[in-house]
């Protein structure tokens, strides 16, 4: 069973505000990233238990080099640095199954901690096929084009709720946080969470004939809205047609190109 982690950072336990995932760099540094490790060791460990052959974790957050090499898990190989071919790097046909782990809920969920998509500071929205969507879909969407199905997804009660939604009521979720406000919320204490993610982890693959690729009807029509004016002034053409101030449409032949804007 070979398996794909696809990792961000907001939804990983023990994480509260933005500054630890990379607006305050030494936060980011000594509480986010051996953070995000350590939510990745547990899940590589429940997937072991599970009976995966192999698993590849892909770095999701910002820009990559998220990763901290010496506290890589033994087990598993990594996808990681700054210039990402595309999103879900490394992922092919060849995968039974993927995860996504740390993720959260789309632009505007009030009780979703961190809650955005793609930028939280343009506060952009997306749509696909007239459906709002957030990174648990676009994720989805490219890891379904391969014919994967997504088995597992992490993060906040909110982002699990999502999750269900989208992907279906046969995926093993696992919530290590519920969210009060954008940067408020109770948290597990990561000793317990570690131990739900590796049982999550070990469940998810009795899951995989039972989860489907997640698919849109091609072509994918897009729809993006930037909600903070000085970034929507920054956006550029070539992200497709601009209809207002603020609003950009395309049109997607595949959903690997659903990230050109």
């Known amino acids: 069973m070979r ?3 696809s990792t961000d950072m907001e939804g990983i336990s023990g994480i509260s505000t933005f500054a630890q995932c990379g607006r305050d760099p030494a936060r980011y540094e000594a509480e986010g990233r051996p953070l995000l490790m350590a939510d990745i060791s ?3 460990d429940g997937l072991i238990e599970g009976g995966a052959s192999y698993i590849l974790v892909g770095d999701g957050h910002a820009s990559g ?4 090499p010496e506290l890589m898990h033994p087990d598993a190989d990594y996808f ?3 210039e990402r071919p595309r999103a879900a790097s490394g992922l092919d046909e060849s995968f039974d199954a993927a995860i996504l782990l740390g993720y959260h809920a789309m632009n505007g969920t009030e009780t979703g901690m961190m ?3 793609q930028s939280s500071k343009a506060e952009t929205k997306y749509w696909y096929n007239g459906v709002e969507s957030g ?3 676009q994720s989805s969407l490219v890891i379904g084009h391969f014919d994967v199905p997504v088995v597992m997804v992490t993060g906040d009660l909110a982002t699990c709720e999502e999750a269900h939604h989208f992907l ?3 995926i093993v979720t696992v919530a290590v946080k519920e969210g009060f406000s954008r940067q408020c919320g109770i948290l597990i204490a990561p000793e317990m969470a570690h131990e ?3 049982e999550g982890a070990a469940e998810c693959l009795s899951r995989v004939e039972l989860c489907k690729p997640f698919k849109m009807d091609l072509p994918i029509e897009g729809k993006m809205i930037v909600q903070t004016p000085e970034y929507a002034e920054k956006r550029g053409e070539n992200l497709g047609k601009k209809i207002n101030e603020n609003t950009w449409v395309a049109s997607f032949e595949s959903p690997l190109d659903i990230y050109r804007f």
């Open 115 to 117: 809650h955005h998509t």
């Open 42 to 44: 547990a899940c590589v």
């Open 65 to 68: 080099c998220n990763f901290i």
């Open 196 to 198: 739900m993610l590796r």
């Open 80 to 82: 990681t640095g700054t």
């Open 168 to 170: 279906g009521d046969d």
């Open 135 to 137: 990174e648990i879909v």
């Open 3 to 5: 398996v794909y982690i």
